[in-house]
Each structure stands twice: as structure tokens, then as C-alpha cells.
């Protein structure tokens, strides 16, 4: 079975927008505090997404609940305040390149802790292909060359990856919700948070051109990137995503390059190379094998596929794609599969 190519698209696009956020905010890192800068981002973020909710049609998404706010409350502090705010300590201390190249170790990390501590499987062709991609990040960071930067903001932003890292596995757990609600609420809790602490720490607001530029930022590569990001979980599975979007510092790179002036030598082109054979192995692994799906209760967005056979009551939303409240009997049978909501599996 193919990877679904939804998926991948989305996956895609989340890397492209975050990309170019860490040149961008290397520049309004000069003119901000880290906490404020980080809490302006995530409220662009958060601040998009509550008019995108606005102005599209009624979605047929599962809302969040009460009972996710312990998990949402773990993804904002992880992924919306921590991370940020090391990111742009980080990028204070080196180049865009150089913050770029390290923020490689988001998708190594992400993998890592699907498969060792959230369960997740990898067959050994996607193993390889992490594998090389990790290689990558590791020629990057031992060679010589004009990325190298300072050994604290370089650490400032591996502390970034894996917060982000934590984040990605941790948002697994809600990727059954709607993923624009779920990007309004990280957002708009991880920016007041991350201002709130600001504030009270004394830090300086900054200008309005880099308050109205941070929000713009914030919007893109934290709004609409993360929500790609949740549906390309959704579709192809964290590991394999985190994989696509290990892609990501590589097009920052470029945009440090071209929007910053700083310099790329043949040693990160030949990377790039590797991460690129390495993610084509991910994305051609075949993966079929007699399974159980054991009974289930949930509620998400779904179609009356293979996975969802099951009667509907008078309250129920009628067309499809629809969410509602269904059961899963228990099932077994044997079908190429990706490790998608209804494939984890050991």
C-alpha cells in the first residue's frame, strides 16, 4: 500500500511553512525577548486559526473535551512554550544555517520516542531511512564547516527538537479532534502563557512592525503548519511524518541562504542528498500482515470504510465525511496499512 499521498502533501506543507520560521525569527530575535517573541508567535497562530474556525463551513470534526485538557495542557507547556522559547535563546547564539541544520533533530527525536516509549512500528526499509536521516544530522553537527555555531545555542536548540519531539508523540493523542480547533487552543494557551511569564519575568514588549511581524510568522509557520502536521499524523502515522518533516531545516536553510546572506557549502548540499534517499526508503515501505483491531470506542472524523461499519441512531450526523460516538467490533483480517488511528499495533 502507497503512503496516502493527503498525507503527504500535508506533511509536506508543514515543512515548508516551518522552515522559513527559523530565519524569520532569527531576525526578530534581535528585537525581542525570547519569552514575549515566542508568545507573540503562538498567538498569531492561535489568533488564525480562530478565523479560519470562523469563516469555514461547519466542520465535521470531533471537539475536544474536557477530559483532553490534561493532554493539551502537556502539549502546550511542551510544545507551544518550552520549545519556542529555546529555539530563540538558540538562535540569539548561531546563524539561521546553523539553527536550521540542528532543528534536524526533531525528526530523529520524534521517531525515537515513538517507537521506544509510544509504541509505534517501523518496518526495517523505514528504519533505514530514518537511520540515514539521522546520519545527516550527525555529519552535520561533528564536520567542520561554515555552520558551525556556538555549543550553547546549538544545545538551546536540541532542547527545542526535543520539547517539539515530545509534543509531536504527545499530539497523537488528540489527533482524533479537530486539528484547527487543537492548533487554536495550543496557540492561544501556549501564547498567554508564554507572555504571562514575560511580564511577570520584566521582559521589554517589543515594537509593534516586530509584534505585527511576529503574529504573521506565528500564523504560518506555527497556525497552519501544525495543523497540516495533525492531519498528516492522522493519515501516515507520527514516525512517518516526523520523517517528511525532518525536511524542514533543510528549506530553512535555503532560506537563510537566499533571505539572509549566510553561506552553504558543498557538505550540507550532499546532506540533503542523504535525507532525501532516506526519506524515499520511509515512503516506499510496503507494510501487510494479518491483525487484530480489538473492540473500540471512540469519536472522529470518519467514512464508512472497511474500519467503520457500524449502525447509526437518530441523533447521529447524517452524510459522510461525518464524526459521532461509534463502536469498532473486533476484527481481524489481513490488508496493506500504514500506522494510521486504527493500525498501532505491536
Not at 555529519?139 to 561554515?146: R, S, W
Request: proline share 6%.
Amino acid at each position: 500500500m502507497t503512503v496516502p499521498r493527503s498525507g503527504v502533501v500535508a506533511a509536506l506543507t508543514a515543512a515548508v511553512l516551518f522552515g522559513v520560521a527559523a530565519p524569520a525569527a532569527k531576525v526578530l530575535a534581535a528585537h525581542a525577548d525570547p519569552l514575549v517573541l515566542a508568545g507573540v508567535l503562538y498567538l498569531g497562530a492561535g489568533i488564525a486559526m480562530t478565523v479560519l474556525r470562523a469563516f469555514r463551513p461547519m466542520a465535521r470534526e470531533a471537539p475536544l473535551r474536557r477530559a483532553d485538557l490534561p493532554l493539551l495542557a502537556a502539549v502546550i507547556l511542551s510544545g507551544a512554550v518550552a520549545a519556542p522559547v529555546l529555539l530563540l535563546i538558540g538562535l540569539r547564539r548561531v546563524s539561521a544555517v546553523t539553527g536550521s541544520l540542528a532543528l534536524n533533530l526533531e525528526g530523529p527525536l520524534t521517531v525515537a520516542l515513538a517507537v521506544t516509549l509510544f509504541g509505534e512500528q517501523l518496518g526495517l526499509r523505514a528504519a533505514a531511512g530514518a537511520l540515514l536521516v539521522l546520519a545527516g544530522v550527525v555529519a552535520l553537527g561533528v564536520a567542520p564547516g561554515p555552520a558551525e555555531g556556538g555549543v550553547a545555542g546549538v544545545l538551546a536548540i536540541a532542547g527545542a527538537c526535543l520539547g517539539w519531539a515530545l509534543d509531536n508523540n504527545l499530539t497523537q493523542g488528540l489527533a482524533l479532534r479537530d486539528p484547527i480547533a487543537l492548533v487554536q487552543a495550543k496557540g492561544l494557551g501556549g501564547g498567554v502563557v508564554a507572555l504571562a511569564v514575560g511580564t511577570l519575568a520584566g521582559s521589554a514588549f517589543p515594537p509593534a512592525r516586530v509584534v505585527a511581524q511576529g503574529l504573521l510568522v506565528g500564523a504560518l509557520s506555527y497556525g497552519v503548519s501544525v495543523a497540516c502536521a495533525v492531519h498528516a499524523m492522522r493519515a501516515i502515522g507520527v514516525a512517518r511524518q516526523a520523517a517528511l518533516f525532518a525536511t524542514a531545516p533543510f528549506v530553512g536553510v535555503v532560506a537563510g541562504v537566499v533571505a539572509l546572506g549566510e553561506s552553504i557549502g558543498a557538505r550540507e548540499l550532499g546532506v540533503g542528498l542523504v535525507m532525501i534517499a532516506g526519506l524515499w526508503l520511509v515512503l516506499g515501505e510496503r507494510h501487510a500482515h494479518r491483525h487484530v483491531h480489538e473492540p473500540m470506542t471512540h469519536d472522529h472524523r470518519h467514512v464508512h470504510d472497511e474500519h467503520h461499519r457500524h449502525a447509526h441512531g437518530p441523533d447521529d450526523p447524517p452524510g459522510e465525511p461525518h464524526a459521532h460516538r461509534h463502536v469498532h467490533e473486533a476484527l481481524v483480517h489481513d490488508h496493506p496499512h500504514v500506522p494510521d488511528l486504527h493500525h498501532r499495533h505491536h
